[in-house]
């Protein structure tokens, strides 16, 4: 019964210290989820800077877990190089291991002040100051939890079980190391096993180079969550998060051998015993930082040789990171890049059916169905993800959230129009050898060309919020309008003069006049929001006061 007692008591205590650990990463997100992003991002551009940049980002989210997720899907976004990205992990591995440094000084005596001011904080209205009390609570649990993890180890400093286990770890390194992996591993923190290594030396149980042999393990289990996460990512993600798991890999087999040599020197400085674990683990990551460091482009190039590129193919989204739903203003940076790329989409699917009509040529139509599909998929990706942002976000954010979908759904919507109306029309057109009369076909093709150029000045607006080029815009749409009068005017007085061509491409003619029509109106819907907001926009078209409303 006592036995059971003792390991409820070191279970709950390490559960604690994840649950403090998950607090003040969500909390930090919470409260600099922005900084640290940019700050992560712009701060790659030198191999000193991005040591920098992992250090202090891991020590801000006491993950290095979160830090390689985040700097994997830079990579991936081709926003940092890869072999910065893998200094930005040394430099993350450094911050975890000066984390279990202060962690285990033992001033576990400030955790209940630590959780009064995070909870007076937490208490506050604004985002950033809950935040920033959830983080402090978290490390007042951290601290607490080290407290109790000493009251649970204290009976087992007798125990024959423990005795004869570690005993057996002592005499076999190599399986010591494997085990400390995997519970790394399993719990996604090489901190928190570090601190229970911690825990348990200050029993005076463990040998000096078991210490060493378990917190090797401890470093290479905390390499294995993030590659497990980008298992199924982008190639160039996995590159950076198993070349970081190789690196510590390598570094933990070179060092395996001489962990009692290790040890013992440890031992002989002027520290505490009780502290050799994480002075092992600060002398392990600096030693593997210095190492490495100058190796970084080597590896990043053997990675890209070792992980093929991915296939070309169906995608899904590139920028709907998870991990940003945190923080609104990222999630929808995020968001809005996502949905360029759909009107990007959207535009090679109009060049294609431009150079099929122009062409008289049904070959570049076989990209539309399947770009079509991909429109689909992603702006319901977009919707998604949008709606897992919650509703406390501010009026700004709430705002911009609603244009982002409309967007989408509009882009959305063109693709059906190019997919079910232009694609049939021009297939038509060709497939049955029909012509147009050149003043039609002239017509068509520049109104082809204008509506190609509103798209792209309707992508500059989405980004840009430009409240003049959205009017300008607005104005295009009435231009639009008239040109589709003018054209269908012409055609019927070539009708009435009895030109042949105009005669069986009449209902054509129309329809893609029509259709055009449509998508330009579609396009233009990105400027709505924009000029109701600047109060420029008007509920109805008809005249008022005798004045003529656009």
């Known amino acids: 019964m006592e036995s059971l007692t003792v390991m409820i008591n ?9 649950f403090g650990l998950a607090q003040v990463r969500d909390g930090a997100t919470r409260a600099l989820g922005v900084r640290l992003r940019s700050g992560l991002a712009s701060g790659t551009r030198g191999a000193l800077r991005s040591f920098v940049s992992g250090f202090v980002a891991t020590i801000a ?7 390689a997720l985040m700097i994997a899907s830079f990579v991936e976004r081709d926003l940092v190089a890869p072999a910065m990205a893998q200094i930005v992990l040394l430099g993350a591995n450094v911050g ?10 033992g001033i576990e005596w400030i955790s209940p002040l630590l959780i009064l001011v995070g909870i007076v904080f937490h208490r506050r209205a ?14 007042g649990l951290m601290l607490l939890s080290l407290h109790l993890l000493g009251l649970a180890t204290e009976p087992m400093r007798d125990s024959p079980a423990l005795g004869a286990f570690i005993r057996l770890l002592d005499n076999a390194w190599v399986v010591a190391l494997l085990f400390s992996a995997a519970l790394a591993a399993l719990s996604s923190s090489s901190l928190a096993v570090v601190i229970l290594i ?51 890999g390598i570094g933990c087999v070179a060092v395996l051998p001489f962990a009692g040599s290790l040890g013992t020197l440890l031992m002989a400085l002027p520290f505490s015993p009780a502290t050799m674990p994480v002075d092992a683990h600060l002398a392990f990551n600096i030693l593997l930082a210095l190492l490495a460091w100058p190796l970084t482009p080597f590896l990043s190039r053997l990675m890209s040789r070792v992980i093929a590129n991915d296939p070309v193919g169906e995608e899904g989204p590139r920028f709907l990171d998870a991990q940003a739903l945190d923080t609104p203003v990222v999630a929808l940076a995020n968001a809005t890049r996502e949905v360029l790329g759909i009107g990007d989409l959207i535009e090679k699917m109009l060049i294609q059916c431009q150079k099929a009509f122009s062409g008289n040529d049904l070959a570049p139509l076989k990209e539309i169905a399947p770009l079509e599909k991909r429109v689909d998929r992603l702006q319901q990706e977009v919707k998604i993800y949008l709606s897992r942002l919650g509703r406390d976000m501010g009026t700004i954010n709430d705002r911009r959230s609603i244009a982002i979908i409309e967007y989408a759904i509009n882009l959305e919507h063109i693709g059906d129009v190019i997919e079910k109306g232009l694609v049939e029309q021009i297939n038509k057109k060709v497939s049955k050898g029909l012509a147009f009369s050149e003043d039609g076909f002239q017509e068509l093709r520049s109104l082809f060309e204008l509506t190609i150029d509103n798209l792209r000045v309707g992508q500059t607006i989405f980004v840009t919020g430009d409240a003049a080029l959205a009017r300008q815009l607005m104005e295009v749409k009435v231009n639009v309008r008239r040109l589709e009068k003018q054209s269908s005017g012409r055609h019927f007085e070539r009708l009435r003069d009895g030109r042949a061509e105009s005669l069986l491409t009449s209902s054509l ?16 819907s990105v400027a709505h929001p924009i000029l109701d907001e600047g109060g420029l926009l008007i509920e109805s078209r008809l005249r008022s006061g005798g004045q003529s409303e656009v």
Request: hydrophobic share 55%.
């Open 509 to 524: 003619h129309l329809d893609m006049l029509r259709d055009l029509k449509r998508i330009n109106a579609h396009i233009v």
């Open 10 to 18: 070191l279970f709950g205590a390490v559960a604690l210290l994840l």
């Open 96 to 105: 975890t291991a000066v984390t279990a440094w202060i962690v285990s000084t």
């Open 126 to 139: 604004s985002g950033v100051a809950k935040g920033i009390g959830a983080a402090t609570i978290g490390v």
């Open 61 to 67: 989210l006491q993950s290095s877990t979160a830090t």
């Open 198 to 248: 911690v825990s348990l030396a200050t029993t005076g149980a463990l040998s000096p180079g078991l210490t060493v042999a378990l917190v090797l393990g401890a470093n290479l289990g905390g390499a294995l969550p993030p590659v497990l996460s980008t298992l199924s990512g982008a190639a160039t993600a996995r590159r950076v998060t198993i070349g970081n798991l190789i690196v510590r």
